[in-house]
């Protein structure tokens, strides 16, 4: 590929609507775009998907290519990676950026080893330098450093992580150039069937979306105290969280696992029980507003990364704070 210009978001389409890491990649990408002084530009893989283009256009794209196919409803490796490499070779893009979502998990390697580039998963920061080469910040030994990679090799790629980049604030004015291209997909080459879509069951609010979220570690010692945490959340409108090892230990289901190996969240408030603050854990939550501590031990590393601390036995300090929470909430 020779005279690549631009960057290209590739889009993750959840439920029919454009995800929110798309409109936070677009954010991001509309940063380099502009250092670079090329456009910014989506693409949109899916089946009925062109209506979406006025979303991306609104969340700062340029140009938005679309590869409609109804091979494309649901999410299918080989087909995705067939019409994700139309779409590259139409837009010939110098950077593209994928959501490191379950897609992009899969799909961003295939699609690199079939461009004959190279890629950096999971990143947190993005720029470029003076040589348009993309700057591409993640986190590397278990969380407990950070690397910075750039590629001479076109097109730069690089997956983003969840809630790493901000999304610009939605234009509903904005214009943009909209490109239909075709899939180049050929059904032969379509190893696996899709089967079946099961939807997680989410009682209350989503936890990578809730305003607030109570997160328990090993030292709730079990699910009973999860029930109190619980109670505290919901007084927030807010959603439960906990660290590996209460997953490890059955007290809890590995949906609410946040971390390096579980969920990403940045809520305004995180309320943080019983955990030690550990490097891995705080790999998904250190975007969060204002971190509230409970921990006995007041050596705990979760009280440097916390705002405010309560140094207590939680089972003593947590139905005082509920308590107040419950009275302030009257009020
Ligand atoms: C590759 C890799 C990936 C990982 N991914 C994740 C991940 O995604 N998420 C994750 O959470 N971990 C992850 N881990 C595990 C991580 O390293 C830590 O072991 C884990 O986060 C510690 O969990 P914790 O804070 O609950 O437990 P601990 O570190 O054991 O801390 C328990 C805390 O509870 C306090 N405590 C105990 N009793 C009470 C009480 N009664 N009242 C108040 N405080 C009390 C203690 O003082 C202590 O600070 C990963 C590890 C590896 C190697």
């Known amino acids: 590929m020779a005279d690549n210009k631009g960057v290209l978001v590739v889009g993750d389409i959840i439920e029919g609507k454009m995800a929110a890491i798309t409109a936070e990649m677009l954010g991001a990408g509309k940063k380099l775009a502009t250092k670079l002084g090329e456009p910014l530009c989506a693409a949109l893989l899916g089946s009925e998907v062109k209506a979406l283009a006025a979303e991306a256009i609104a969340a700062g794209a340029d140009k938005v290519f679309v590869v409609d196919d109804a091979n494309l409803k649901d999410y299918q490796s080989d087909a995705f990676v067939m019409a994700a490499e139309s779409v ?7 950077i593209v950026l994928m959501g490191q979502g379950n897609v992009g998990r899969d799909l961003a390697p295939r699609l690199a ?8 998963m999971d990143c947190v920061d993005l720029d470029v330098d003076d040589n348009k080469h993309l700057v591409q910040t993640k986190p590397v030994y278990g969380g407990n450093a950070r690397a910075i990679f750039t ?16 999304a ?9 150039e909209v490109v239909d291209v075709a899939s180049g997909i050929d059904p032969a080459k379509i190893k696996t069937k899709f089967v079946k879509k099961i939807k997680e069951e989410v009682a209350g609010v989503k936890l990578e979306d809730a305003p607030a979220v109570v997160a328990g570690g090993r030292g709730i010692g079990g699910p009973d105290g999860f029930k109190q945490l619980e109670e505290l959340a919901k007084l927030f409108k807010g959603a439960g969280g906990a660290t590996r090892p209460a997953v490890d230990n059955n007290w809890v289901p590995a949906t609410i696992q946040i971390g390096l190996t579980g969920k990403i969240v940045a809520p305004e408030l995180y309320i ?16 969060s507003k204002t971190i509230v501590a409970i921990n006995k031990d007041p050596e705990s590393n979760i009280f440097r990364e916390a705002r405010f601390g309560i140094v207590a036995d939680w089972k003593q300090a947590l139905p005082a704070f509920t308590a107040k929470v419950k009275d302030l909430l009257k009020e």
Do not use: W, Y
Request: glycine residues 8%; contains cysteine; proline residues 5%.
């Open 113 to 120: 080893f079939r461009l004959n580039t190279a890629i950096s």
């Open 168 to 176: 610009l604030p939605r234009d509903a004015a904005k214009t943009g």
């Open 151 to 166: 590629t001479e090799a076109l097109p730069q790629m690089a997956t983003v992580r969840a809630k790493a980049m901000t």
């Open 88 to 94: 590259i070779k139409a837009a010939n893009p110098r």
């Open 272 to 287: 943080a029980i019983a955990l030690s603050g550990s490097s891995q854990h705080m790999a998904g939550c250190s975007g």
